[in-house]
């Protein structure tokens, strides 16, 4: 009995060392065939996922941007009244801060006084030279008549002498002497209006310069007027773009300078800007479709296109930019900003700002 037990464990140790040594034939002829369609759908889900995959590039160095506006004051004063506040929605031209227009609007007032003080001096110097061409006119009579009292006389004492040379008893000395003297005297008094005429031409001339620096203190005055009117306009800050209003740094009774950044507006056009690899650049051109997936909104699917791709990756335009020409070079892929627009209405429920991460995929083919 002992032997029999102790063959029957031999047998059975013997069968499951034969089991251990080799399979089943049939059953390996299934597992090989069963690998092998693995195998195969495998190899076909990676070829057929290249082929989607190589249709489109994608990158998730991308995120929103926008030209934000920083609004700071271009005059000093304390602020009066503040109209905006943070994160509203503003037009273009609305009123959003008020600074004291008290001593802009005394310069004002000051620079109109002397525009109207410059004006006034222009008027009295045109008038002064219709009274200087009068007098010029005047001199200019009193130099003809005394040219011709002058002129007369000369005849006169020619007349006199001619006749004394032809005929001594018919002239006596004394009429000669007194046309003799009329003839100086009368050649003085046209000397004397001539004269005059020349300094009624000097002030004629004299007069014309001072219009033209009564116009010139006028056009000085009208530029500080219009200064001082631009410096009343910039108490008042009006956003210069439609946006929404961020970075609130402002109250009524702050002191504000020039320079001093009070506000800022993040305008309504936004755009992506992706950073690919350059090596993901060979099909890209711009107008090609976007499909953009943005962090904050997983399960939105927003749309766009390629507007523009930068001429030049981001480190050219670094503060440092690299100097590749000096010690050891170490090939790194470099990124180049692309520009995506973003297409259709701008839903006010998902609110889009610079800075949110975004994933986008163009489709390059």
Known sequence: MAE???????????????????????????????????????????????????????????????????????????????????????????????????????????????????????????????????????????????????????RDLARYRGLQKTMPAAVAGQQIDQARATAVNTAAQRNAAQRQAAGADAQVKAAGTQVQGARAQLNAARAQLQQAQINLGYTRIVAPVDGTVAQMNVAAGNYVSPGAQMLAIVPFNVWVTANFKENQLDLMRPGQKVDIRIDAYPDVDFHGHVDSIQRGAGQAFAVLPPENATGNFVKVVQRVPVKIFIDGPKDRRYVLGPGMSVVPTVHVR
Do not use: C
Request: glycine share 6%.
């Open 4 to 154: 029999d037990r102790s063959s029957g464990r031999g047998g059975s140790e013997a069968q499951s060392g034969e089991e251990k040594a080799g399979m089943d034939p049939g059953k390996r002829r299934r597992f090989i065939a069963i690998a092998a369609i693995v195998v195969f759908v495998i190899a076909l889900a990676a070829f057929l996922w290249w082929l989607n995959a190589r249709n489109y590039e994608s990158t998730d160095d991308a995120y929103i941007d926008a030209h934000i506006v920083h609004l700071s004051p271009q005059t000093e004063g304390r602020v009066l009244r503040v109209f905006a506040n943070d994160n509203i929605r503003v037009r273009k031209g609305q009123l959003l801060v008020e600074i004291d227009p008290t001593d802009a609007t005394a310069r004002y007032d000051q620079a109109r006084a002397q525009e109207a003080q410059a004006e006034a001096q222009l008027a009295q110097a045109q008038a002064q030279i219709g009274v200087s061409h009068a007098t010029y006119q005047q001199a200019l009579a009193s130099v003809t008549g005394a040219s011709a009292q002058a002129a007369n006389a000369s």
